[in-house]
């Protein structure tokens, strides 16, 4: 315990150095002010937690205030899951359902952002900063009685992650210099992690969802294929076996996703009751944010995140209803517009992307025109009434590790759009653009369906592109055939979307840049792509080195230099042109208590302590 309380003191003070350094306030001692009234950020910084033992049973204690018992908290979530596996959840929605249900070895202190047990009682790194013991609660159950053991964290790491199961992405961020980690089982309680190298993001990433393996193990020995459609929506909701909060007790297609508490849950409070407090937690799923808006404003839902448009209409609202805003900081979403540079054929060998199209988007004096002719002051104006700024770097605007240089980026100029275009034979007739074989350059541009932020923002980048002579077919189509396009399919020209990014640790967006990586958009690369001859493009593999270095590196100063190569990378490439950093404001109502929003936690990611009072 002597190694772990001194390591987590050091991390504390280098994040606190680091933060004063780079003027990131992470706590709400100050409250931020937005036109001419702040909105309401706790005074003080949240409680947090300790191990206690009772019964031979390792519980985690909340220090937050103790709350009423029973109760409903109702929420909402725009798009359909399309899993209840947390290793198949690509999509945002799948993943904030698997969070709810599955916890990890690890977690990040909201308030200072180191990294603190959770399923795990405690963790040592040894002096050779490889190895990592974790020291599990004893006496902890899964929702259906079995105990949480190291057979399961074991199955769910060597078997699950590194055995390539699922979408990949978890194995992606594990990866140390094109090698796994290697996991032992040292007795019931005690694993024993040992990397190749030292590994600086290792132990946030041990937050990955351990799984029950008396569950899974039944569907690893089916194959990859099988586990790609094992516990799918048609799951009944009883056969779900969970650590988390919550677990599912109804599904509804088009209308709601059900959870019931965990009554295994291993957090208490100061009176040692078990929590969570409320025993429902049911998200409606309502489409589109109109729809989600119209939800709050009824009394259906209990919290909203604010278009910032409405902020003035919510700030009247607010004087004669029930309910409190808040102020969350800088949105950690990247939204970006992706250009499929894919030159492969599919298995039919066909072509992802039309050739002509493919020789537009390969070129980087394209893709930086393209950049060049957007106006995002406009995009800022009109959807965001000025609550937001401008985003031309990889690493959001409160990012540990974001490039100053790079972050203040340029304005928008179309003459200098227009000569880039120029330099690679692209010319004009009667104002309409063509490629230097005489074909129109015209493309599609598609964003999901009832995000009302990316469909305004499709519409004006479609206008500022039309002055470029560029036709822009632009589309919202439904969420889920947006996600099987971009990362199944691969027949798209190009897309708004957005990822949520780590602001602690750049190496998160490993499967993002990485070359061979599971979320790496704008070049996706499929299992029999990987088998190939397939060469990525120069600047791929550089972004392959300094994810590497950046990873293997363990002094900040150092890790900084080189996750700002990277930045300046895409900056100079524009393989995905990056557009705004909204804020993010949210609305809930006043009966729903212990809530301590933070910048690096939101809202509700206390969700098991959280309760009603009405």
């Given at each position: 315990m002597k190694k772990f309380a001194y390591l987590i003191l050091i991390f504390i003070v280098i994040f606190t150095f680091i933060t004063t350094i780079f003027k990131k306030d992470y706590g709400y001692d100050k409250?931020?002010?937005?036109?001419?009234?702040?909105?309401?950020?706790?005074?003080?910084?949240?409680?947090?937690?300790?191990?206690?033992?009772?019964?031979?049973?390792?519980?985690?204690?909340?220090l937050l205030p103790v709350g009423k018992f029973n109760g409903t908290f109702t929420t909402s979530i725009l798009g359909e899951p399309k899993t209840f596996n947390p290793y198949n959840a690509n999509d945002a929605t799948s993943a904030e359902l698997s969070e709810i249900m599955y916890d990890g070895l690890t977690q990040t202190n909201p308030n200072d952002g180191s990294v603190i047990p959770k399923l795990a009682k405690s963790f040592e790194v040894l002096p050779d900063k490889k190895t990592y013991i974790i020291h599990l609660r004893k006496g902890i159950k899964w929702s259906d009685g079995v105990e949480i053991t190291a057979d399961d964290v074991y199955f769910t790491y060597n078997t699950i992650i590194f055995g390539g199961f699922g979408d990949g992405s978890a194995k992606d961020v594990m990866t140390i210099d094109g090698l796994m980690p290697k996991v032992e089982k040292i007795d019931k309680y005690t694993i024993k992690f040992t990397t190749p190298k030292p590994f600086a993001p290792f132990l946030r990433n041990l937050s990955a969802s351990i799984v029950p393996k008396h569950i899974f193990e039944k569907a690893t020995n089916k194959g990859k294929e099988y586990f790609l459609t094992y516990q799918g929506i048609d799951i009944k909701p009883k056969n779900l076996v969970v650590s988390g909060p919550f677990k599912l007790s109804e599904y509804l297609p088009s209308q709601r996703v059900v959870f019931e508490k965990n009554p295994n849950y291993y957090l208490i409070n100061t009176k040692n009751e078990k929590l969570p407090y409320i025993d429902k937690l049911v998200m409606l799923i309502v489409g589109d944010m109109n729809n989600q808006t119209l939800k709050f404003e009824s009394g259906a839902i209990d919290m909203l995140s604010i278009n910032a448009s409405l902020l003035d209409r919510y700030r009247e609202l607010k004087k004669h209803n029930d309910f409190e805003l808040y102020n969350l900081g800088p949105t950690t979403n990247t939204t970006f517009i992706v250009f499929n540079l894919n030159n492969r054929k599919n298995k039919d060998g066909k072509y992802y992307v039309d050739p002509k199209k493919q020789k537009w988007f390969q070129d980087k004096n394209f893709r930086s025109a393209i950049d060049w002719a957007i106006d995002r002051e406009d995009l800022i104006l009109n959807i965001f009434s000025g609550l937001a700024s401008p985003l031309y770097t990889a690493e959001p605007v409160n990012s540990l590790f974001l490039n100053e240089k790079i972050a203040t980026g340029h304005k928008k100029d179309l003459e200098y759009a227009k000569k880039l275009l120029q330099k690679s034979g692209f010319y004009y007739k009667n104002n309409e653009l063509y490629d230097k074989d005489n074909n129109r350059v015209e493309f599609e541009l598609l964003t999901n369906a009832g995000n009302t932020q990316r469909e305004a923002s499709g519409v004006s980048i479609k206008q500022d592109l039309e002055k470029l002579g560029i036709k822009v077919n632009f589309k919202a189509i439904e969420f889920n055939s947006l996600i099987n396009k971009t990362l199944n399919s691969l027949d798209y020209d190009c897309i708004i979307i957005a990822l949520t990014s780590n602001i602690l640790e750049p190496n998160a967006g490993y499967n993002v840049w990485t070359s061979n990586g599971a979320l790496h958009l704008f070049n996706k690369r499929t299992q029999n792509d990987l088998k190939s001859s397939d060469k990525p493009y120069k600047f791929e593999t550089e972004l392959d080195e300094i994810f590497k270095k950046g990873a293997l590196e363990l002094d900040f100063k150092k890790r900084k230099e080189i996750y700002d190569k990277y930045q300046e990378l895409i900056a100079q490439e524009n393989p995905m042109i990056y557009l705004y950093a909204p804020l993010n404001i949210s609305a809930i109502r006043n009966k729903v208590k212990n809530i301590y929003p933070t910048e690096l936690g939101g809202l509700i990611y206390n969700i098991a302590s959280i309760y009603i009072d009405n």
């Amino acid at each position: 315990m002597k190694k772990f309380a001194y390591l987590i003191l050091i991390f504390i003070v280098i994040f606190t150095f680091i933060t004063t350094i780079f003027k990131k306030d992470y706590g709400y001692d100050k409250a931020p002010i937005l036109n001419e009234e702040p909105l309401k950020t706790p005074y003080k910084k949240v409680a947090g937690y300790k191990n206690i033992t009772i019964n031979n049973i390792d519980y985690l204690q909340t220090l937050l205030p103790v709350g009423k018992f029973n109760g409903t908290f109702t929420t909402s979530i725009l798009g359909e899951p399309k899993t209840f596996n947390p290793y198949n959840a690509n999509d945002a929605t799948s993943a904030e359902l698997s969070e709810i249900m599955y916890d990890g070895l690890t977690q990040t202190n909201p308030n200072d952002g180191s990294v603190i047990p959770k399923l795990a009682k405690s963790f040592e790194v040894l002096p050779d900063k490889k190895t990592y013991i974790i020291h599990l609660r004893k006496g902890i159950k899964w929702s259906d009685g079995v105990e949480i053991t190291a057979d399961d964290v074991y199955f769910t790491y060597n078997t699950i992650i590194f055995g390539g199961f699922g979408d990949g992405s978890a194995k992606d961020v594990m990866t140390i210099d094109g090698l796994m980690p290697k996991v032992e089982k040292i007795d019931k309680y005690t694993i024993k992690f040992t990397t190749p190298k030292p590994f600086a993001p290792f132990l946030r990433n041990l937050s990955a969802s351990i799984v029950p393996k008396h569950i899974f193990e039944k569907a690893t020995n089916k194959g990859k294929e099988y586990f790609l459609t094992y516990q799918g929506i048609d799951i009944k909701p009883k056969n779900l076996v969970v650590s988390g909060p919550f677990k599912l007790s109804e599904y509804l297609p088009s209308q709601r996703v059900v959870f019931e508490k965990n009554p295994n849950y291993y957090l208490i409070n100061t009176k040692n009751e078990k929590l969570p407090y409320i025993d429902k937690l049911v998200m409606l799923i309502v489409g589109d944010m109109n729809n989600q808006t119209l939800k709050f404003e009824s009394g259906a839902i209990d919290m909203l995140s604010i278009n910032a448009s409405l902020l003035d209409r919510y700030r009247e609202l607010k004087k004669h209803n029930d309910f409190e805003l808040y102020n969350l900081g800088p949105t950690t979403n990247t939204t970006f517009i992706v250009f499929n540079l894919n030159n492969r054929k599919n298995k039919d060998g066909k072509y992802y992307v039309d050739p002509k199209k493919q020789k537009w988007f390969q070129d980087k004096n394209f893709r930086s025109a393209i950049d060049w002719a957007i106006d995002r002051e406009d995009l800022i104006l009109n959807i965001f009434s000025g609550l937001a700024s401008p985003l031309y770097t990889a690493e959001p605007v409160n990012s540990l590790f974001l490039n100053e240089k790079i972050a203040t980026g340029h304005k928008k100029d179309l003459e200098y759009a227009k000569k880039l275009l120029q330099k690679s034979g692209f010319y004009y007739k009667n104002n309409e653009l063509y490629d230097k074989d005489n074909n129109r350059v015209e493309f599609e541009l598609l964003t999901n369906a009832g995000n009302t932020q990316r469909e305004a923002s499709g519409v004006s980048i479609k206008q500022d592109l039309e002055k470029l002579g560029i036709k822009v077919n632009f589309k919202a189509i439904e969420f889920n055939s947006l996600i099987n396009k971009t990362l199944n399919s691969l027949d798209y020209d190009c897309i708004i979307i957005a990822l949520t990014s780590n602001i602690l640790e750049p190496n998160a967006g490993y499967n993002v840049w990485t070359s061979n990586g599971a979320l790496h958009l704008f070049n996706k690369r499929t299992q029999n792509d990987l088998k190939s001859s397939d060469k990525p493009y120069k600047f791929e593999t550089e972004l392959d080195e300094i994810f590497k270095k950046g990873a293997l590196e363990l002094d900040f100063k150092k890790r900084k230099e080189i996750y700002d190569k990277y930045q300046e990378l895409i900056a100079q490439e524009n393989p995905m042109i990056y557009l705004y950093a909204p804020l993010n404001i949210s609305a809930i109502r006043n009966k729903v208590k212990n809530i301590y929003p933070t910048e690096l936690g939101g809202l509700i990611y206390n969700i098991a302590s959280i309760y009603i009072d009405n």
